[in-house]
Nanobody, 121 residues
Framework: QVRLVESGGGLVQAGGSLRLSCAAS????????MGWYRQVPGKQRELVAA???????NYADSVKGRFTISRDNAKNTVYLQMNSLKPEDTDVYYC???????????????WGQGTQVTVSS
């Protein structure tokens, strides 16, 4: 089994910063892409940022220049540094990882439980 555990969410004033972390554990041979998504209740989950195992990154237009995604492959951990936060960034943020559990297994998509980020105006 593979487990993703997020941390770092909370309440912050507009203009402030937060750093989210997500650690993967369990039966892991290799982790391919990792990413962060967010979802407001009643709406579709949307990509915030993603990073490949080689370090290539991709961001939603709404967060470019403010958020930075990074990963530590030795620790199976992905981070999201969020600066210049805005009230519209308020959401539940979910960690995502494409995990290959064995050498011959196909990668499988795993999700964390979500962490709440609230930005007050």
């Amino acid at each position: 089994q593979v487990r993703l555990v997020e941390s770092g969410g909370g309440l912050v004033q507009a203009g402030g910063s937060l750093r989210l972390s997500c650690a993967a554990s369990g039966s892991i041979f290799r982790i391919n892409d990792m990413g962060w998504y967010r979802q407001v209740p009643g709406k579709q989950r949307e990509l915030v940022a993603a990073i490949t195992s080689g370090g290539s990154t991709n961001y939603a237009d709404s967060v470019k220049g403010r958020f930075t995604i990074s990963r530590d492959n030795a620790k199976n951990t992905v981070y999201l540094q969020m600066n210049s936060l805005k009230p519209e960034d308020t959401d539940v943020y979910y960690c995502n990882a494409m995990v290959q559990r064995t050498f011959t297994a196909d990668p499988w998509n795993y999700w964390g439980q979500g962490t709440q980020v609230t930005v007050s105006s």
